[in-house]
């Protein structure tokens, strides 16, 4: 039974940070995608940041703010989020998959494993 765990989540003012993590346990295999995702009440769940084999891939509208980041592929996956804006409120959810090909690095419909999520509130 595959887990993933998500922490970090908070509340803070904008232009504050916070630090996502997502620890998995319940695999002894690499998962060659793993990916944020948010999901803010009444709106879908959209992609925030993504690796594919280790190459990362962001949403326009966090590049340049958030860092996502994994030492190997069996640690633990980040996500450094600066300059965060009320916009940015949402649940955060950690996804993973044993496969995916680049171009749906951030297609939710990839993944096939996702943690319960983390609050991540930004006041304005």
């Known amino acids: 039974q595959v887990q993933l765990v998500e922490s970090g989540g908070g509340s803070v003012q904008a232009g504050g940070s916070l630090r996502l993590s997502c620890v998995g346990s319940?695999?002894?295999?690499?998962?060659?995608?793993m990916a944020w995702f948010r999901q803010a009440p009444g709106k879908e769940r959209e992609a925030v940041a993504g690796?594919?084999?280790?190459?990362?891939y962001y949403a326009d509208s966090v590049k340049g703010r958030f860092t996502i980041s994994q030492d190997n592929a069996k640690s633990p996956l980040y996500l450094q989020m600066s300059s965060l804006k009320p916009e940015d409120t949402a649940m955060y959810y950690c996804?993973?998959?044993?496969?995916?090909?680049?171009?749906?690095?951030?297609?939710?419909?990839?993944?096939?494993?996702w943690g319960q999520g983390t609050q991540v509130t930004v006041s304005s």
């Open positions: 690796l594919g084999g280790g190459t990362p």
């Open positions: 996804a993973a998959v044993g496969y995916c090909a680049g171009q749906r690095v951030l297609d939710r419909y990839s993944y096939t494993y």
């Open positions: 319940g695999y002894t295999y690499s998962m060659y995608c």
